[in-house]
């Protein structure tokens, strides 16, 4: 990788943090109120994932990938991504909170970031792939 690239992609990564940082940060603010008030962890999450995803959608697409792609295209890609990271992160919860017992405000504290992760790899190659105009073709 040259360092042209390495930079493109250590802005990538600092923008998808922060928009990351924003939305879950809220979004796992909502989860501890919401479960709080008795609703189950898993709805929760599942209620709050989808929130945040389309949040992220818009502010990485625009933001942090700068996608001059379709639409629909980048949509649907990022609704397949999306459903491996929500099943990632209801894997988690299942293994982590109802086979080991551990405390699910901490488990999914600790989800928000594997999740990340691999969304990340997800987004950038995946969903929102860099285009090469004289080629013709994705990264």
Do not use: W
């Amino acid at each position: 990788m040259n360092n042209e690239a390495l930079g493109k992609s250590n802005r990538e990564l600092i923008s998808y943090g922060l928009i990351g940082v924003v939305s879950n940060t809220a979004g796992y603010l909502m989860y501890l109120m919401i479960t709080y008030f008795g609703c189950p962890p898993k709805i929760a999450m599942t209620i709050l994932y989808l929130v945040c995803a389309t949040a992220s959608f818009l502010g990485n697409r625009k933001l942090t990938f700068k996608h001059q792609g379709h639409l629909l295209g980048s949509g649907i890609r990022y609704i397949v991504a999306h459903c491996f990271g929500y099943l990632l992160n209801l894997t988690i919860l299942i293994v982590m909170v109802d086979r080991l017992g551990y405390a699910h405000q901490l488990v999914q504290a600790a989800a928000i970031f594997i999740v990340a992760a691999f969304l990340f790899l997800a987004l950038k190659y995946f969903v929102f792939p860099a285009y090469h105009a004289e080629t013709g073709s994705h990264e």
